[in-house]
C-alpha cells in the first residue's frame, strides 16, 4: 500500500517535523539522485537501473510545493514499480486522483502521505470547521500543494467534509471524510446555487465559507431548507475549481431519498424571484 510504504520511509529516517522533509535527500537515501533539467513535455522524469534511479524535475516549476510534490511522485514511482525503467510525467499525472491511471494514483498517494505524514500532521490539524484558509496554512507548513493539502486533510479530518474539484463547470471528481454519509453529483453541471458556478459564471468567489442549499452538490432529495457550507477557490488559469464542503450541526441537511435524482427546478423568465421572496441565483 502506497501510503504504508511512505510512513515506513519516515519511520526509518526518524522524521517528526515538517522541517525536516527534505525529499531530494530522501530520494538520495533510497538510491536515488534528483537533479534540476529544463524537461519538453512533461514535469518530472524517472531512469532506473537496478535499484539506482536519477529523478529530473523540471526547473521551469515555479512553485516549492509543486516541485516537492513531482520529486516526491517520483520517488513512489521508484519505491513501487521497480520493473520501469524509464517513467516520464506529465503535470496531470500528478493531479490523478480518481482515473484509470493506476501506477500514477499510487505515485500521488505515496507523494502525499511522504510530504504529509500522517502521525505529523494530524498534530497540526485544528479542530472546528474546515477551511481554505486553515488548509492554506497547513500547506505553507508542509511546503506542499494547496490540492494535495486538501485531499490530505479531508482523507484524514473527522469532519463531514469533502473536496470537490470541478472543471469548465462540471463536478469531475470529489474525496471526502469518513464521516461525510453524502454522494457528490459527479459528473454533472455544477448548480447555478453554488459558489463553483459563480465562478464560471464570472462572479467573484467569497473568501469565507457561505451556506447554500444542500442540492446544489449533493444526490438525492434534501427539503428546500437543507444547506450545508461551501467555499471555492479557483486554480488560476487550469479552468479548474476547487470546493470545501462541509456539514456540521448548525446547518439542517435533512436527507429524504437517494433513490432517484431530484428534478430539476422550474423557473418563471417572466418573474425574477423565487416563491420565497429571493431572486433568482442564475
Known amino acids: 500500500m502506497p501510503s504504508k ?11 517528526r517535523y515538517p522541517s525536516e522533509i ?15 533539467r ?25 512553485e516549492e510545493g509543486r516541485k516537492r510534490f513531482a520529486i516526491a511522485h517520483e520517488i513512489g514511482h521508484f519505491i513501487l514499480h521497480s520493473g520501469t525503467q524509464l517513467i516520464l510525467c506529465s503535470e496531470d499525472d500528478m493531479h490523478i486522483w480518481k482515473e484509470s491511471k493506476a501506477h500514477e494514483i499510487e505515485a500521488n498517494e505515496f507523494a502525499a502521505s511522504l510530504l504529509m505524514p500522517q502521525e505529523i500532521i494530524i498534530r497540526f490539524i485544528k ?3 474546515p477551511t481554505l484558509d486553515m488548509i492554506s496554512e497547513l500547506a505553507i507548513e508542509f511546503r506542499t500543494t494547496l490540492t494535495a493539502t486538501a485531499l490530505r486533510y479531508v482523507g484524514l479530518s ?13 463536478i469531475k471528481w470529489y474525496r471526502k471524510s469518513d464521516s461525510f454519509n ?26 469565507k ?14 427539503d428546500e431548507e437543507a444547506e450545508l457550507f461551501e467555499q471555492s477557490i479557483s486554480l488560476g488559469s ?40 429571493r431572486r433568482w441565483r442564475w
Not at 38 to 62: H, T
Not at 242 to 254: F, Q
Not at 259 to 265: K, N, R, S, T
Open 5 to 15: 510504504r511512505a510512513a515506513s520511509i519516515i519511520q526509518n529516517l526518524h522524521i
Open 182 to 207: 453524502f454522494h457528490v453529483k459527479v459528473g454533472d453541471k455544477l448548480s447555478f446555487d453554488s459558489y463553483a458556478f459563480d465562478y464560471f459564471d464570472g462572479v467573484n468567489l467569497p473568501e
Open 22 to 36: 527534505y525529499v531530494r535527500d530522501i530520494a538520495m537515501s533510497l538510491g536515488a539522485l534528483v537533479r534540476d
Open 238 to 277: 487550469y479552468g479548474v475549481v476547487l470546493s470545501l464542503l462541509w456539514i456540521c450541526d448548525h446547518v439542517k441537511t435533512t436527507y429524504r431519498r437517494y433513490d432517484e435524482e431530484p428534478e430539476e427546478p422550474e423557473f418563471d423568465l417572466t418573474n425574477p424571484f423565487t416563491p420565497d421572496g
Open 209 to 222: 465559507p457561505d451556506t447554500v442549499p444542500a442540492h446544489a452538490w449533493l444526490a438525492g432529495e434534501f
Open 158 to 170: 473527522k469532519e463531514p467534509c469533502a473536496l470537490v474539484v470541478s472543471k469548465n463547470g462540471f
Open 38 to 62: 529544463e524537461l519538453q513535455g512533461c514535469e518530472a522524469r524517472l531512469v532506473r537501473k537496478g535499484g539506482i534511479g536519477i529523478i529530473s524535475v523540471n526547473s521551469f516549476i515555479p
Open 127 to 129: 479542530i472546528g470547521q
